[in-house]
């Protein structure tokens, strides 16, 4: 009997609610994260406010607008969360065995895997938000979107950025079918992707070679992009051309990440006998 599409959906909200479920358990966890999240995100603003001093405008970016590119490119990433990133527990199932029983599930592994990031990303948007008030309260530069239009837009562009983030974190954790432990690769992502997908410094910033490279490969569009949205220094049709863009790289990445998986099953066939 051919399943139906609500069927279908009633398996995968089962992955997400399992986790959101978990979220909801380990609030320590949570809180703790919130934490450290918070005291890094207060280091990187008295860097720059030590950096203001010396100069009113870097790269066309003053004081209040680097406030708010830092706390909102923050937010941003930490929706995507390298806490909840999806090859940990990839990593953690191979190297245990377990992920035999995954591969039996009548679900789409991959698919399965974005179900249960997002039961984990809902608590990560809650943490934004949290940060974003807290922060708001306490410096009167962090402004809001620029229009009520860009605040949309920005809530696309942070969507398709999430998929993008998935994607990545998703063949990265797919390769421990080949490494076994990629402890050492998940943290040479987290590094790379915060540097090139202007988490760290906006891309503006940075000298106009290292811009050319950066605007062919996909990082920007994790963090830099949606950040530029919200600011609005994208007007409305560059918005949604580079939302266009970023949706040409969330699908390419994701077809991206089914095509290693297809290869990581047959080692498996070929290790299995």
Avoid at 168 to 173: A, L
Avoid at 234 to 256: H, N, P, T, V
Wanted: a positive charge; aromatic letters at 14%; charged letters at 15%.
């Amino acid at each position: 009997m051919r399943e139906t599409g609500i069927q279908t959906i009633r398996k995968y909200y089962a992955f997400f609610s399992a986790n959101l479920q978990e979220a909801m358990v380990y609030r320590f966890a949570f809180f703790n994260n919130f934490l450290a999240e918070l005291i890094k995100v207060c280091v990187m603003l008295a860097v720059w406010m030590a950096v203001y001093r010396q100069r009113s405008t870097i790269a066309g970016f003053d004081y209040p607008m680097m406030i708010t590119y830092l706390l909102v490119s923050q937010a941003v990433n930490n929706i995507y969360g390298f806490r909840n990133d999806a090859e940990r527990p990839i990593s953690n199932k191979i190297r245990k065995g377990t992920i035999v029983f995954d591969l039996l599930r009548p679900v789409k592994f991959v698919n399965a895997r974005l179900a249960e990031n997002l039961g984990q990303t809902v608590f990560q948007v809650l943490f934004a938000v949290l940060m974003m008030t807290g922060f708001h309260i306490f410096l009167p530069e962090l402004s809001g979107p620029s229009s009520g239009l860009h605040g949309i837009l920005f809530v696309f562009s942070v969507s398709a950025g999430f998929l993008i983030m998935f994607s990545v974190s998703i063949m990265s954790g797919l390769l421990s079918f080949w490494l076994m432990n990629n402890w050492g690769l998940r943290n040479a992502k987290a590094a790379i992707v915060n540097f090139f997908s202007g988490a760290l410094v906006p891309i503006v910033m940075l000298p106009e070679w290292m811009q050319k490279v950066m605007n062919i490969l996909p990082f920007k569009n994790i963090v830099y992009v949606p950040t530029m949205i919200y600011m609005g220094q994208y007007g409305i049709r560059e918005s949604l051309l580079s939302i266009g863009i970023q949706i040409f790289w969330a699908a390419a990445m994701w077809l991206m990440a089914k095509g290693l998986f297809r290869l990581a099953i047959r080692r498996v066939s070929v290790n299995g006998g």
